[in-house]
């Protein structure tokens, strides 16, 4: 039986992905019912992964992600749902609050009709959101995360910023007046997890399907930097928004995908956090109060003198030639980097499959070791001058952490090895800090 049931939630997990799951089955009347489709989907986008990896090779002779930009992209998705260990999604939290309180009519939970409208409703607001978070300065500075990378691929689509449910949740709020928060659950995870297969440069035309549904074609366009790409196809399940509103266009020169002014790291804060800095910088460079509040609430184009969005007469000329920032690093450091990655991933799974009998002080230690981690990791790859120091004291605290049992290796039969390598990275990143420190005092004298 609980076989069966297994296989069940893996099914509609699937099919939750592809928007295959009918009003029947994904309608429920209370919120506690609803099926953490994302959650449960989550195997099947490892498994996704490596199948674009293995057909990409097969297909063009070479791997659609590196190691750097793959890892940059997953632990991105990572820090994002690290705010759900210590507090329920705003946009749900909001939308309840809503519901209680304001609501004008309430639909019925258990009709086809209501859920059609849902999904209509979802994606339209969806629509709305992805418009403002390119249109408005200080929303672009949280979304700007999921546009940073200069690959096109499945672990791309995981890259997401931790600051913008903060916001996106608002546009959300008038479906609240009519709509059970239980329908809305479910269609707010199905619009997220359509728009993961569509992250791809395998799947090159739908046909007929591209007239109404967002496809990878269209998708693409949306990740490009060249000029007749940007702030273009902001739909999530359909395209159809952006052709009745105009922010629609095809695929027609080679895309060039990522940021128009690159960040040339892998440091996951800094691509997290970079644009608001940014944003403050600016501002304080205008003297009218006027243009400092205009460089967080006009487009990220604006500038005093402009219209609302700006222009993009300053962006750099696309070419097609543009090769993605890729620096070289030995191959035993990439393996490090990976094994660890893997490390702090099994940490992050058990805090979330753990997190209803974990302490908060537990979960806040263990949320502050998985963003050391990722942080002290990108240190790494991007090879900086502190990677040595930061690293060993990360090191210092995953030793700790395995003495007293707060990790455990991937499996029970690597336990010894694991020890072993843990203690030898600490050895490891000792030894490069003293070295460092014996470089600057000689240079010094």
């Given at each position: 039986m609980a076989e069966a049931a297994e296989a069940g939630a893996a099914s509609a997990a699937v099919r939750a992905m592809f928007l295959m799951l009918t009003p029947g089955e994904s309608s429920f009347q209370k919120v506690e019912d609803v099926p953490h489709y994302v959650q449960q989907a989550t195997p099947f986008f490892v498994g996704l992964i490596f199948l674009e990896l293995v057909v990409g090779v097969l297909k063009t002779?070479?791997?659609?992600?590196?190691?750097?930009?793959?890892?940059?992209?997953?632990?991105?998705?990572?820090?994002?749902?690290?705010?759900?260990?210590?507090?329920?999604?705003?946009?749900?939290?909001?939308?309840?609050?809503?519901?209680?309180?304001?609501?004008?009519?309430?639909?019925?939970?258990d009709s086809a009709w209501t859920w059609w409208f849902s999904f209509l409703g979802v994606d339209f607001c969806y629509y709305w959101v992805h418009r403002f978070a390119h249109e408005v300065a200080i929303l672009w500075a949280a979304h700007q995360v999921h546009h940073s990378s200069e690959y096109y691929n499945l672990t791309t689509a995981l890259r997401q910023s931790i600051t913008q449910q903060f916001a996106s949740w608002i546009f959300y709020l008038p479906m609240a007046l009519a709509v059970p928060p239980s329908i809305f659950a479910v269609h707010i995870q199905l619009n997220l997890l359509y728009q993961f297969w569509i992250h791809t440069e395998l799947i090159r035309d739908l046909g007929p399907l591209e007239w109404v549904f967002n496809t990878p074609k269209h998708h693409r366009v949306h990740h490009g930097r060249n000029l007749y790409c940007i702030d273009k196809n902001y739909g999530g399940i359909l395209i159809i928004w952006d052709r009745l509103?105009?922010?629609?266009?095809?695929?027609?020169?080679?895309?060039?995908?990522?940021?128009?002014?690159?960040?040339?790291?892998?440091?996951?804060?800094?691509?997290?956090?970079?644009?608001?800095?940014?944003?403050?910088?600016?501002?304080?460079?205008?003297?009218?109060?006027?243009?400092?509040?205009?460089?967080?609430?006009?487009?990220?184009?604006?500038?005093?003198g402009k219209s609302r969005l700006g222009d993009h007469a300053d962006n750099p000329k696309v070419t097609g030639k543009e090769v993605p920032h890729d620096p070289s690093w030995s191959l035993p450091l990439q393996v490090y980097v990976v094994i660890h990655f893997l490390l702090v991933l099994q940490i992050y799974h058990d805090v979330f499959e753990n997190k209803t009998m974990l302490s908060q002080l537990t979960i806040l230690g263990m949320t502050s070791y998985i963003l050391l981690t990722l942080t002290s990791l990108g240190f790494v790859v991007d090879q900086r001058p502190a990677a040595a120091v930061v690293e060993m004291?990360?090191?210092?605290?995953?030793?700790?952490?395995?003495?007293?049992?707060?990790?455990?290796?991937?499996?029970?039969?690597?336990?010894?090895?694991?020890?072993?390598?843990?203690s030898l990275s600490l050895l490891y990143w000792a030894l490069q800090s003293f070295s460092q420190l014996l470089f600057v005092r000689k240079k010094a004298d």
């Open positions: 002779g070479a791997p659609v992600v590196t190691i750097s930009d793959g890892l940059t992209s997953i632990s991105a998705g990572m820090i994002s749902r690290l705010p759900m260990l210590l507090m329920r999604g705003c946009e749900l939290t909001a939308y309840m609050y809503v519901w209680e309180r304001y609501r004008l009519v309430q639909l019925p939970w509103f105009g922010t629609f266009a095809k695929e027609t020169d080679k895309v060039v995908f990522g940021l128009v002014f690159p960040i040339n790291t892998f440091e996951i804060l800094y691509v997290q956090l970079h644009y608001y800095l940014y944003l403050w910088r600016r501002s304080n460079t205008y003297n009218a109060i006027s243009d400092k509040l205009s460089t967080f609430i006009k487009g990220p184009s604006w500038k005093p004291l990360r090191c210092v605290v995953m030793v700790a952490m395995w003495r007293y049992s707060n990790m455990k290796p991937l499996l029970p039969s690597l336990a010894l090895p694991t020890e072993a390598f843990v």
